[in-house]
T-cell receptor, first 112, second 114 residues
Framework: ETGVTQSPTHLIKTRGQQVTLRCSSQ?????VSWYQQALGQGPQFIFQ???????GRGNFPPRFSGLQFPNYSSELNVNALELDDSALYLC???????????FGPGTRLTVT | QQQVKQSPQSLIVQKGGISIINCAYE??????FPWYQQFPGKGPALLIA?????SEKKEGRFTISFNKSAKQFSLHIMDSQPGDSATYFC?????????????FGTGTLLAVQP
């Protein structure tokens, strides 16, 4: 059984640019959630995907968007990057329903 | 009302001692309370979790105590070891609306001294 994987491990972008982060869910899991973890803070829920549709969203602006693919993998896209977008972006996978979430190692995004 | 308050912010414990981290919440609709352990450069790893109909859950050296009336829960690490040094996050979930969304506390940085 493979765990949650994310790519890239880290990247540096310039303010105003766009970025795409990728996540492969744990084997057998059909739901993917994305979280943003600022330095020294707990993760904050961005949104969740199930059956290739957004299934719940946190308090993040529309420039944060996502996709889920038929193989349950997912992408997080952020447009018009701002300095405050610098954070660790975490992907978590689970079964659909009130089940445990398992996190990937994260992608460290730095916006300069 | 969606917040989870966690304390202390940091904790230093001697090897073999007991580490205690506390969390409090307001939303009585929360139905699941997990604890995650995070090492530097890694994602959070699920450690132990409890549901509000249970007052205590123990797994090895880790115990969750849950006080529903006080809306508080805590993590106890018995016989703390240097390898337990990490950041610990409590979290809570409100599954209403079919979204499996976790709300995290701000974290506790635990250092276990040899």
């Amino acid at each position: 059984e493979t765990g949650v994987t994310q790519s890239p491990t880290h990247l540096i972008k310039t303010r105003g640019q766009q970025v795409t982060l990728r996540c492969s869910s744990q084997s057998g899991h059909n739901t993917v959630s994305w979280y943003q973890q600022a330095l020294g803070q707990g993760p904050q829920f961005i949104f969740q995907y199930y059956r290739e549709e957004e299934n719940g969203r946190g308090n993040f602006p529309p420039r944060f968007s996502g996709l889920q693919f038929p193989n349950y993998s997912s992408e997080l896209n952020v447009n018009a990057l701002e300095l405050d977008d610098s954070a660790l972006y975490l992907c978590a996978s689970s079964l659909q329903g009130p089940y445990e979430q398992y996190f990937g190692p994260g992608t460290r995004l730095t916006v300069t | 009302q969606q917040q989870v308050k966690q304390s202390p912010q940091s904790l230093i414990v001697q090897k073999g001692g007991i580490s205690i981290i506390n969390c409090a919440y307001e939303n009585t609709a929360f139905d699941y309370f997990p604890w995650y352990q995070q090492f530097p450069g890694k994602g959070p790893a699920l450690l132990i979790a409890i549901r509000p109909d249970v007052s205590e859950k123990k797994e090895g050296r880790f115990t969750i105590s849950f006080n529903k009336s006080a809306k508080q829960f805590s993590l106890h690490i018995m016989d703390s070891q240097p390898g337990d040094s990490a950041t610990y996050f409590c979290a809570a979930r409100n599954y209403g609306g079919a979204t499996n969304k976790l709300i995290f506390g701000t974290g506790t940085l635990l250092a276990v001294q040899p």
